[in-house]
């Protein structure tokens, strides 16, 4: 197989920008008295509680933030729109 692209520049500082941002809303989440990331405790309890298998399986953060970074650029100004109409 061969060996995953590097992304550019401009992938990793969009993908840095997004990080940051998400960070951000984390931490004003957490900050009203919500605790991000609880879901994830709250499974692994139950799953526990439950003698149910825990598999642990992600895609590398810096991945999802290069997607979500893209997809990001790609959205116009219209889709915006259309998303605060609903």
């Keep these: 197989p061969q060996p995953p692209r590097r992304p550019s520049l401009?992938?990793?500082?969009g993908a840095w920008v997004v990080g940051s941002l998400l960070s951000s809303l984390y931490k004003s989440?957490?900050?009203?008295?919500?605790n991000?990331?609880?879901?994830?405790?709250?499974a692994l309890t139950k799953?526990?509680?439950?003698?149910?298998?825990?598999?642990l399986a992600d895609r590398d953060?810096?991945?999802?933030?290069?997607?979500?970074?893209?997809?990001?650029?790609q959205t116009s100004s219209q889709?915006?729109?259309r998303f605060e109409a609903l």
């Design 79 to 81: 889709d915006f729109e």
């Design 36 to 42: 991000s990331g609880r879901e994830f405790s709250v």
């Design 47 to 55: 799953a526990r509680e439950n003698n149910i298998q825990i598999l």
């Design 10 to 13: 401009l992938e990793r500082t």
């Design 61 to 73: 953060v810096d991945e999802t933030l290069r997607r979500l970074s893209a997809a990001i650029q």
């Design 29 to 34: 989440l957490d900050d009203l008295g919500l």
